[in-house]
């Protein structure tokens, strides 16, 4: 009889190595390896099939998963204007359930009937991959070997594989967590855990430190479709280039470092640091556009959806009818977020340069200090007085008791 199947989130690197081995000798299941790629690199996506292999995989799947997550994640979440918690661009946590669907499509293929994955019992990603795969198949077991097996380190991981000879990846031991993709790069855990402690500037691999950022600022432009980004310099770029491109030029310019204390879901605080040069530029350059084409109340509102965008992202809610309903808002919104924004980029920073769009609601001739013909100020004075009406009312009932109040002061 064939042997049960189980698709493995596999990475190549420690954990995921020893699971393969594990899931075997626990289960008893043939292990069908998938790899997503998300634009994580090239060192970390080399010799992975080889790999996989060598650790007791029966099958390998690499999947180009990068066109996917830019322009059905991606952007979707830049046109929503998602921060989690003021600060962070959200790099990992958008791409957990694209790679959990891919997880679901290829154990449908190969009639899987379980999903393993390496992420830990404390973090973030174990939630969003399971939330994703249980949208998408709830009929597929899960399997988390971190909550499960007796192994509570590296190390008995490291101790595990010399005892069953699996090849240990060869990649230098790093003093904290890190996961990569397109869009970021996320440092966790280690030295960082001391948020006293800033980040060893050695550590960080898409920006330059502000400091040895070139002396002179780089202008450019970014061109926008309905609040997708088409352009750069005029240039009409893919998706995917796009992000690259701009990677390339924020980074060099030491644009995108963020550090935070974070609230995870799980309900303790830890410490991130993140490098998401692309991304920091795209949102700064969206938030602007949107400025200048928005109507007030739409822009105030979408700041409240904003909010609730992010932490449906980061809580790993991204398949679900909110986040749906949601999107049917954002996108009405964008129909004129269109135009231009000039940026100056300048050690860490990012200055506007300018604006164009032919859906601007901003007009000159209404906010001119200068004499015009089109707003009467006379009209501003019924409008502060209606507008005005509850707090007037307010201060006659405030009056009027301080009054009684004297006199009834003065009786006595
Ligand atoms: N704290 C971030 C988040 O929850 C980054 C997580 C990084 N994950 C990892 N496996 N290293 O989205």
């Given at each position: 009889?064939?042997?049960?199947?189980?698709?493995?989130?596999?990475?190549?690197?420690?954990?995921?190595?020893?699971?393969?081995?594990?899931?075997?000798?626990?289960?008893?299941?043939?292990?069908?390896?998938?790899?997503?790629?998300?634009?994580?690199?090239?060192?970390?996506?080399?010799?992975?099939?080889?790999?996989?292999?060598?650790?007791?995989?029966?099958?390998?799947?690499?999947?180009?998963i990068?066109?996917e997550l830019?322009t059905d994640y991606i952007f979707p979440m830049?046109q929503s204007?998602a921060?989690y918690?003021?600060?962070?661009?959200l790099g990992t946590a958008i791409a957990r359930p694209v790679i959990g669907k891919r997880l679901v499509?290829?154990?449908?293929?190969?009639?899987?009937?379980?999903?393993?994955?390496?992420?830990?019992?404390?973090?973030n990603d174990?939630v969003r991959f399971e939330f994703a795969i249980k949208a998408l198949?709830?009929?597929?077991?899960?399997?988390?070997?971190?909550?499960?097996?007796?192994?509570?380190?590296?190390?008995?991981?490291?101790?595990?594989?010399?005892?069953?000879?699996?090849?240990?990846?060869?990649?230098?031991?790093?003093?904290?967590?890190?996961?990569?993709?397109?869009?970021?790069?996320?440092?966790?855990?280690?030295?960082?855990?001391?948020?006293?402690?800033?980040?060893?500037?050695?550590?960080?691999?898409?920006?330059?430190?502000?400091?040895?950022?070139?002396?002179?600022?780089?202008?450019?432009?970014?061109?926008?479709?309905?609040?997708?980004?088409?352009?750069?310099?005029?240039?009409?770029?893919?998706?995917?280039?796009?992000?690259?491109?701009?990677?390339?030029?924020?980074?060099?310019?030491?644009?995108?470092?963020?550090?935070?204390?974070?609230?995870?879901l799980?309900?303790?605080?830890?410490?991130?640091?993140?490098?998401?040069?692309?991304?920091?530029?795209?949102?700064?350059?969206?938030?602007?556009?949107?400025?200048?084409?928005?109507?007030?109340?739409?822009?105030?509102?979408?700041?409240?959806?904003?909010?609730k965008y992010a932490e449906l992202i980061y809580y790993g809610l991204w398949f679900t009818p909110l986040r749906e309903a949601l999107d049917?808002?954002i996108?009405?919104?964008?129909?004129?977020?269109?135009?231009?924004?000039?940026?100056?980029?300048?050690?860490?920073?990012?200055?506007?340069?300018?604006?164009?769009?032919?859906?601007?609601?901003?007009?000159?001739?209404?906010?001119?200090?200068?004499?015009?013909?089109?707003?009467?100020?006379?009209?501003?004075?019924?409008?502060?007085?209606?507008?005005?009406?509850?707090?007037?009312?307010?201060?006659?009932?405030?009056?009027?008791?301080?009054?009684?109040?004297?006199?009834?002061?003065?009786?006595?």
């Amino acid at each position: 009889m064939a042997k049960e199947k189980v698709v493995l989130a596999y990475s190549g690197g420690l954990d995921t190595s020893v699971i393969v081995k594990w899931l075997r000798e626990k289960y008893d299941y043939e292990i069908v390896a998938v790899t997503a790629d998300v634009g994580q690199g090239e060192t970390e996506l080399t010799g992975l099939e080889e790999k996989a292999i060598n650790s007791g995989a029966a099958q390998v799947f690499v999947e180009d998963i990068r066109e996917e997550l830019v322009t059905d994640y991606i952007f979707p979440m830049v046109q929503s204007g998602a921060v989690y918690e003021g600060k962070y661009l959200l790099g990992t946590a958008i791409a957990r359930p694209v790679i959990g669907k891919r997880l679901v499509e290829i154990a449908e293929k190969v009639g899987a009937g379980a999903i393993a994955h390496g992420a830990t019992g404390k973090g973030n990603d174990q939630v969003r991959f399971e939330f994703a795969i249980k949208a998408l198949n709830p009929y597929l077991k899960i399997i988390a070997p971190w909550r499960e097996w007796e192994f509570k380190s590296r190390s008995d991981c490291i101790e595990y594989a010399r005892e069953k000879s699996i090849p240990i990846p060869v990649t230098a031991e790093k003093p904290y967590s890190i996961d990569r993709n397109l869009w970021h790069i996320s440092f966790e855990g280690g030295i960082l855990e001391d948020p006293a402690r800033e980040p060893d500037g050695g550590m960080f691999r898409l920006t330059c430190d502000p400091l040895d950022a070139p002396d002179q600022p780089e202008e450019i432009s970014i061109s926008w479709e309905k609040g997708i980004p088409c352009a750069i310099n005029d240039k009409e770029l893919a998706p995917l280039e796009l992000v690259m491109e701009l990677n390339r030029i924020a980074g060099k310019h030491g644009i995108g470092r963020i550090d935070l204390v974070e609230n995870r879901l799980l309900g303790m605080k830890s410490r991130g640091v993140y490098e998401t040069p692309g991304g920091t530029i795209l949102a700064f350059a969206h938030r602007e556009l949107e400025h200048y084409t928005l109507d007030r109340e739409t822009l105030h509102y979408k700041e409240a959806v904003a909010l609730k965008y992010a932490e449906l992202i980061y809580y790993g809610l991204w398949f679900t009818p909110l986040r749906e309903a949601l999107d049917a808002f954002i996108r009405t919104t964008q129909e004129t977020v269109s135009g231009k924004i000039k940026l100056k980029l300048y050690k860490g920073n990012i200055v506007v340069g300018g604006r164009e769009s032919q859906h601007t609601l901003y007009h000159q001739g209404m906010a001119t200090f200068e004499a015009d013909e089109l707003f009467d100020q006379k009209d501003a004075e019924g409008f502060i007085n209606l507008y005005g009406l509850p707090l007037t009312i307010k201060g006659m009932m405030n009056r009027k008791s301080r009054q009684g109040h004297e006199q009834e002061v003065a009786k006595n």
